[in-house]
């Protein structure tokens, strides 16, 4: 038995055990799909064609994933202008694995296989002989790395020992103090000594001036 039935605005010629692959469909992987609008169904030379659909038939399958298709490559040009454009696209996808058609009159016809949800990846990786590493089991990997990730301890600073020093200082400073003041007026009397000596022989050359013009005077 097949059947024709019609989802994102397209249509498919689908028999049990069939693996399609039709536009993006809400769902998780393993969750049933059922589609109604179903509009032929077949079996050998018996053909129901519906008007536009066929009541009561209906078509069942299993959500194996949803995932990107192949990129297709846009490209524009406009001649003579220097106008080149590359640019891309992914259409989202979901495949599916057609498990039963149910017929006009009730007859029902199932797949007997088992549905497998292997993914497109999956497949691809073994092709090539690599290891295949799902994304939920690379999500689930890195939350289990950063639980189980320690921290790192806070280790104690030791405590600084320079308080003893300021205080051995600060008493050299006070100590030095009177020091500096003691140093001062000995200084100064130092100083003062030598500007006394320096007066002296002034006022004596002062003192003989006048003896020297008396002298004089006699002299006439």
Do not use: N
């Not at 405590?159 to 008493?171: G, I, L, Q």
């Amino acid at each position: 038995m097949y059947a024709v039935i019609k989802t994102g605005g397209k249509q498919y010629r689908v028999s049990p055990g069939d693996l399609m692959v039709v536009e993006k469909l809400a769902g998780e992987p393993g969750s049933a799909v059922a589609f109604a609008e179903v509009l032929m169904v077949g079996e050998g030379d018996a053909v129901v064609v519906g008007a536009p659909t066929v009541a009561g038939a209906s078509v069942s399958a299993t959500l194996i994933e949803t995932r990107k298709g192949e990129k297709i490559k846009i490209f524009k040009k406009i001649r003579r202008q220097g106008y080149r454009r590359t640019g891309g696209h992914r259409q989202h996808e979901t495949a599916l694995r057609v498990t039963g058609i149910t017929g006009a009159d009730g007859k029902e016809t199932k797949w007997d296989g088992k549905v497998e949800l292997i993914t497109k990846g999956e497949l691809d990786a073994r092709a090539r002989g690599l290891v295949f590493i799902s994304p939920a089991a690379q999500a689930e990997a890195a939350a289990a790395a950063k639980v189980q990730t320690p921290r790192k301890a806070a280790v104690a600073k030791p405590a600084k020992a320079k308080a003893a020093p300021k205080v051995v200082e600060a008493e050299a400073k006070v100590d030095a103090a009177p020091k500096k003041a003691a140093a001062k007026p000995a200084a100064e009397k130092k100083a003062a000594a030598p500007k006394a000596e320096a007066a002296k022989p002034a006022t004596k050359a002062a003192a003989a001036k006048p003896a020297a013009i008396k002298k004089d005077k006699s002299a006439k």
